[in-house]
């Protein structure tokens, strides 16, 4: 189905196609409609980057979209919490500088990582550490 360009009408067929799943999905127990539904199609070049992205490649366009998402609430005037799970140990050095200078104005950013090493220096802020289930500072 083609979908129309315009955000109200967008809109519209969204909560249309919601409602008419509505019934379907929770029989199910799952969301059979909305734009998490969709597929992505990402390009390196002319080639497609299933299957011919490298590993980097493939965590710099989810970091990427991500990113993006959390820029466009910011947009609308929300502040959202930047949540970054174990991204720095898959980055290299000169990705990791340009992602802790695009983050370092945010709010709140929750960074996790397995080895405390990966975190950049740069990104201050409390740390914490979590041994057999215990919380404590780092």
């Known amino acids: 189905m083609e979908l129309p360009h315009d955000r109200p009408q967008l809109v ?33 070049g002319d080639l497609p980057a299933k299957g011919y992205a490298s590993q980097g490649e493939s965590w710099s366009y989810a970091l990427s ?27 290299d050095s000169e990705r ?6 695009r983050v370092r104005d945010t709010e709140q950013v929750l960074v996790t990582a397995a080895v405390a090493e990966d975190i950049p220096k740069e990104l201050d802020g409390a740390r914490f550490g979590v041994r057999r289930g215990v919380v ?3």
């Open 65 to 91: 979209l991500k990113l993006a998402a959390f820029e466009l609430l910011r947009e609308e005037g929300d502040d959202p919490v930047l949540i970054l799970d174990d991204v720095f140990a898959e980055l």
């Open 136 to 138: 404590e500072d780092a």
């Open 12 to 44: 519209d067929v969204l909560r249309e196609a919601m409602a008419g799943a509505r019934d379907r999905e929770l029989q199910r127990g799952v969301s059979l409609v909305g734009p998490h539904r969709d597929d992505l199609h990402l390009h390196l």
């Open 96 to 101: 990791r500088r340009r992602l802790t200078e």
